[in-house]
């Protein structure tokens, strides 16, 4: 079960600094590093040697293997519109069926076009689809009316909104705009919403309020360069393992508070 997954790059590059890791050696070294610190699960943008994220059948393999070859635990990749633009819906959906190592799991942005067909190729090849439900958008709309809502491994609830003053009470719209309408008990004994589980975080200034609101919820979340390159008191993070490791302390002191 996942508890918090690390989000090892994200789109950054090289001008985020030289602790987001750009080549499949440095994402493994950077995903081992994170795991000994306590991340169960691993969530990775493959990138082209000059650093854009990419579908490449070649870099996937060469991303997953590498990972693979140092941590136990699933690795996911996204499946992002922005990683390959000029593809429309259906080549992308190619590209993927032209993998030869898969993920263990790669997210989905419901509301991006295509998103559909893009999570039923996940779901042929036997890869877990993250249902990605982005706020101030319409994918929890979208995602409500899909045949596939009950197929997903989880709902990734990503919380858009970066300022720290307002981006929990966005979370709480988004939860409910999810169909959140579970006692509050049960969100803290199964960290699930109908249908699937939920995996919630925010990002840049909402990184920290909203992991504590996932950790005060019992849901599951997620920390790393990805989403926020500082700390909870501002100094810049030198480390995707540093970030999960005050995750997990922010997390479980959530936890002990609520």
């Given at each position: ?23 499949p ?20 943008h ?23 070859a ?8 996204t499946?992002g ?17 032209g ?33 990605g ?9 979208r995602f ?6 009950p ?97 997990l ?10």
């Amino acid at each position: 079960m996942v508890r918090v997954q690390v989000c090892l790059n994200g789109p950054r590059g090289a001008a985020d600094g030289a602790g987001v890791p750009l080549t499949p050696q440095a994402m493994a070294d950077s995903a081992a590093e994170a795991v000994a610190a306590g991340a169960t699960d691993i969530h990775v943008h493959p990138k082209t040697p000059c650093g854009q994220d990419t579908l490449s059948p070649r870099v996937v393999a060469a991303t997953v293997e590498a990972i693979r070859a140092r941590v136990s635990v699933p690795v996911g990749v996204t499946t992002g519109a922005w990683a390959e633009p000029d593809l429309d819906p259906a080549a992308r959906v190619e590209r993927l069926r032209g993998w030869t190592v898969l993920p263990d799991h790669a997210s989905v942005n419901w509301h991006e076009p295509g998103a559909e067909e893009v999570a039923a190729a996940l779901i042929d090849l036997g890869v877990g689809v993250e249902a990605g439900i982005w706020s101030g958008t319409d994918g929890a709309a979208r995602f409500a009316d899909s045949p596939l809502g009950p197929k997903v491994l989880r709902v990734l609830a990503e919380v858009t909104d970066p300022a720290p003053d307002t981006a929990e009470d966005t979370a709480r719209a988004l939860l409910a705009d999810l169909g959140s309408a579970l006692p509050h008990s049960r969100l803290r004994s199964s960290g699930r919403y109908p249908h699937r589980p939920v995996l919630l975080h925010g990002e840049d200034g909402g990184a920290w309020p909203v992991l504590r609101l996932a950790g005060r919820l019992g849901l599951a979340t997620r920390i790393g360069l990805e989403d926020t390159l500082v700390l909870p008191d501002g100094e810049r993070a030198v480390s995707n393992a540093q970030l999960v490791a005050e995750g997990l302390n922010q997390y479980g002191w959530a936890q002990r508070s609520s």
